[in-house]
């Protein structure tokens, strides 16, 4: 399935929480190499709130498909006046390989650049190879590391000047 639309949402809001549970249970599960437990996704919920990404701190968005199903999500932490971070990316499992995850960071570009941001940055995991090629795709280049995150363990970045 295809996203039809994105919208901007409360982290904390219903929708938001559980599209968040989804990421996390896909992350916590795939560091540990099985199934997430219930209590792990929700410890790492507590322990990577999302609350900063509302109003002057950041932002939150959920891709929904035609039916008002979450496809998606993403977030971005304004890290400074020209910086904003992505973070949270996700597609559900039945909206892989339909464009939604590029939809979705090609928003939250679109959304870095009215905020007056020049640069998009992120860091990742190394299993996490999907997003990974993702990055690469729109043009996100590696570079050195900007955090000392534990679970990081590559970073990115991307020029989002408009040119013309």
């Known amino acids: ?94 909206g892989r390989g339909s464009g939604t995850g590029s939809l979705v960071v090609s928003e939250l570009e679109h959304l870095a650049r009215l905020s007056g941001r020049q640069t998009i940055r992120l860091d990742t995991r190394r299993d996490l190879v999907e997003a990974r090629r993702l990055y690469a795709r729109l043009g996100y280049q590696e570079v050195p590391a900007f955090n000392d995150d534990p679970y990081a363990e590559h970073w990115f970045s991307k020029s989002i000047v408009a040119t013309g």
């Open 1 to 94: 399935m295809t996203a039809d639309r994105i919208e901007r949402v409360d982290p904390s809001s219903d929708d938001a929480r559980d599209i968040l549970r989804l990421y996390y249970g896909e992350l916590v599960g795939r560091y540990h190499g099985r199934d997430a437990e219930p209590v792990e996704v929700e410890q790492a919920m507590a322990d990577e709130p999302s609350d900063d990404l509302v109003g002057e701190t950041g932002l939150f968005v959920i891709a929904r498909d035609a039916h008002g199903v979450a496809m998606g999500c993403g977030g971005l932490r304004f890290v400074d006046a020209r910086v904003a971070e992505l973070t949270r990316v996700f597609v559900a499992p039945a």
